[in-house]
């Protein structure tokens, strides 16, 4: 592919150099620059082995709105989703075959080149009732290759017959009856490709957010067998597990009060929040890493002052102030829908009223301690 790709390009210069070579600058017709325009769109195209749709990858079988998998495309699902707006969201891997998931020992799952993470974000028309009316909104993508892992956006049409690539973002209006029977409607915001590589960003490399062990390490939701999600995959041969997925480690359901309310408040926070909020994320210069597994209070946020005071702050002092959520800048401004204070600062429009709910009954139980 390589080599048809470099013989395509020399070509495609060739073309262009004597279209233009061959005539008075001053000359070049609309229709000649647009041809020439084309022609380069073209090349970038081939290089960078972008699909304008997303039928054009061959994921689904059948109505592509069905998401019915094809072969070596797999569902799976996570412990903790990122809350986005209350969409509902449906994830599948495409491992060409032979290809494996790999268990690295910091707990992160790495793919080999090939590999493809496909999240499909969609709205109910009612949640009391969520496979009837349904609507796709965006197709997100991370692509595996050579030189790492590359973001792509595709935004669904009207229709529902199939999903164009998107650069610039875009808003849409969503309208749905939630689970208490009342009518929703908002602008749901489509991140552009620059805010989707924000978040993705650890170090100087694009990374995937969801599937880690603890993420992926729960009941498998797409087979009847009741088996672990990660014994499922190695039946399959798509993962090898050095030990039984028991003794890995597994977070917590931010929502399942079977586990207590810290375990379930430190999920949710890594969930939502510490794709950033961690030692090599985007927002590691805040000092605020909320990973599940960090130990360090202050680092938390407990007692913790913000490094730049200001609107993001609304002039409290901690980050979490133990006892008083209301006094808190981690509460604050994820209750905000401002821009300029909201956190997460990207991916929502709304207020996720019962997560917020879960991180004040948290911040409720805390105490000072000397």
């Known amino acids: 592919m390589q080599n048809v790709n470099s013989t395509l390009f020399w070509i495609l210069v060739f073309v262009c150099f004597f279209t233009l070579g061959c005539q008075n600058k001053s000359n070049i017709s609309a229709p000649t620059a647009l041809k020439v325009k084309a022609e380069m769109s ?36 996570i412990n903790n989703p990122l809350f986005s707006d209350y ?16 268990i690295e020992d910091s707990g992160e799952v790495t793919f080999e080149v090939g590999s493809i993470l496909i999240k499909n974000f969609y709205y109910p028309a009612d949640y009391n009732d969520e496979e009837t009316k349904v609507r796709n909104i965006e197709t997100r993508l991370l692509i595996k290759g050579e030189e790492g892992w590359k973001p792509l956006n595709y935004i669904w049409n009207k229709d ?102 810290e375990d379930r408040a430190k999920a949710y926070l890594d969930a939502n929040c510490a794709h950033c909020h961690n030692s090599k994320g985007s927002a590691k210069n805040s000092g605020l890493y909320l ?61 996720h009223q019962e997560g917020v709910a879960l991180l004040e009954d948290y911040i409720r139980t805390l105490t000072f301690k000397d």
């Open 42 to 77: 073209l090349l970038n195209h081939v290089l960078t082995d972008e699909k304008k749709f997303l039928s054009e990858y061959g994921f689904f079988k059948g109505p592509i709105a069905e998401l019915i998998p094809n072969s070596d495309v797999y569902p799976y699902d």
């Open 87 to 102: 969409a509902l969201k449906k994830r599948f891997v495409f491992l060409p075959s032979g290809n494996k998931m790999k």
């Open 160 to 261: 529902q017959t199939d999903a164009e690539l998107n650069f610039i973002g875009d808003k849409q209006t969503v309208q749905f009856t939630d689970a208490n029977y009342t009518t929703r409607s908002f602008s749901y915001q489509i991140p552009n490709l620059n805010e989707c590589k924000n978040c993705h960003i650890k170090g100087k490399d694009i990374t995937p957010i969801g599937p880690t062990i603890a993420q992926l390490n729960k009941k498998y939701s797409f087979s009847e067998e009741h088996l672990n999600q990660l014994e499922t995959f190695q039946n399959w041969s798509l993962i090898d597990l050095p030990i039984h997925p028991f003794k890995l480690s597994k977070l917590p359901v931010w929502n399942d009060t079977k586990a207590t309310l």
């Open 291 to 351: 990973t599940f597994d960090e130990n360090d209070l202050r680092k938390r946020g407990i007692l913790k002052p913000p490094v730049a005071a200001g609107k993001g702050s609304g002039d409290l002092e901690f980050s979490i102030l133990p006892g008083h959520p209301e006094a808190s800048i981690l509460v604050y401004r994820m209750k905000s829908i401002d821009p300029a204070i909201q956190m997460p600062e990207i991916g929502r429009t709304l207020v």
